[in-house]
């Protein structure tokens, strides 16, 4: 039952949440764990359905739409040399050496090129709520994620699409790319002229909370319309944030979209990466997780730092800006859903990917906790 199921995400997520908080952690760390818990891999208590992963949906959707709405937008303009940086690099290192795993694994060039693409995801919603916890999600660090986050979507998805035009999937290149530059121009378009105008007539309305449903239509309907064209939703509803916060209702629409989500809908999407994780059959192929694993956090965490680094920043800041890449959340998963679905990925490597993917977002969060409080303990004894 659906309501006895939320009840039981809620009431876990929040306490397993406080149990990471006292023991040094993010609290999003102890969410994504009680998960696994409830989920079908231990206690059975949640079932993976359809309606919780829509839930989960508005619930990723609304976290991104809160990032937008609290970016530091000058900050956010200052650090676009190291967001293309980073989010060129922090592709080119994994899909490299992605590649070279899957071509020393025996499989074919399209394939061995898939699992390079599917390394090179980067899912920042995990470590937009990490950096939120530690009251970094302002810093020129967080900026640089959230902005190579948006150029590693595009990128991945347009060389994808170009990996199945050459394997004879029915998929026009073109046509991707077209969708991509209409996508930002309209974005644009809308958060300058519309967005504005639409919280205005919305504001006299005689009717309750008229200023943060306008927010929430703006929102939805950005995320919406990046699905279709082919961005991630995720990208659609940062850029409603951003187009909010230039309007004098942010304050209104950040409080009370945050109260919504956080009392209900991120907690769900928090737990429900790990209720939907299942591990039949994964640990027969144990070194391969560990080591496929180890070259996904690895490969992101070295590639993003590098371009962090040769857009100036300093060694523990990139190191920062490295962790903050490494979870490929939802982003790779539904990457895996397609090539499990043409055929580039055989069904035992998606079993074994699931897993590393959930691994790689796990890690996440007490990574960059670790590298913050590394890098405060440097800025002290400098």
Request: charged share 15%; net charge neutral.
């Amino acid at each position: 039952m659906l309501i006895a199921q939320l009840a039981a995400i809620l009431f876990a997520s929040k306490i397993a949440g406080d149990v990471a908080v006292r023991c040094g952690q993010p609290a999003v760390l102890g969410k994504l764990l009680i998960g696994i818990v409830l989920g079908p891999s231990v206690l059975g208590v949640v079932e993976d359905t359809e309606v919780l992963k829509e839930i989960s949906q508005i619930g990723v959707i609304l976290l991104m739409f809160i990032a937008g709405l609290e970016t530091d937008v000058e900050q956010f303009k200052r650090t676009g040399k190291a967001a293309t940086y980073v989010g060129v690099l922090g592709i080119i290192v994994p899909l490299v050496l992605g590649y070279a795993a899957g071509a020393g694994m025996g499989l074919s060039a399209e394939k061995a090129v898939f699992l390079g693409l599917l390394l090179s995801a980067t899912s920042v919603s995990i470590s937009v709520q990490a950096l939120k916890e530690m009251d970094q999600l302002k810093s020129k660090e967080g900026s640089a994620i959230l902005g190579a986050a948006v150029i590693d979507d595009i990128l991945v998805i347009i060389a994808l699409a170009f990996l199945m035009s050459l394997t004879g999937s029915d998929v026009h290149l073109g046509a991707i790319i077209l969708k991509k530059v209409a996508f930002f121009v309209v974005a644009i378009l809308l958060a300058w002229r519309v967005v504005p105008l639409v919280l205005r007539l919305f504001a006299p309305l005689r009717v309750t909370e008229s200023v943060i449903s306008a927010g929430l239509i703006v929102c939805f309907a950005f995320a919406c319309f990046a699905e279709v064209t082919g961005v991630a939703a995720i990208i659609g509803a940062y850029i409603a944030g951003l187009a909010v916060s230039f309007t004098n209702y942010r304050k209104e629409v950040f409080e009370k979209t945050e109260t919504i989500g956080y009392a209900i809908f991120v907690p769900v999407f928090f737990t429900s990466i790990g209720v939907a994780v299942e591990f039949s059959g994964v640990f027969e192929h144990i070194w391969l997780l560990l080591g496929l694993s180890v070259l996904a956090v690895l490969t992101k965490l070295v590639g993003a730092a590098l371009g962090a680094k040769l857009a100036g920043f300093s060694w523990n800041s990139a190191l920062a800006v490295g962790a903050g890449m490494v979870s490929r959340g939802e982003v790779a998963l539904i990457i895996a859903g397609i090539g499990l679905e043409t055929k580039l990925l055989p069904p035992d490597l998606f079993a074994v990917l699931v897993v590393v993917v959930l691994v790689t977002t796990i890690v996440t969060p007490p990574l960059l906790k670790a590298i913050f409080k590394r890098k405060q303990a440097s800025t002290r004894a400098a």
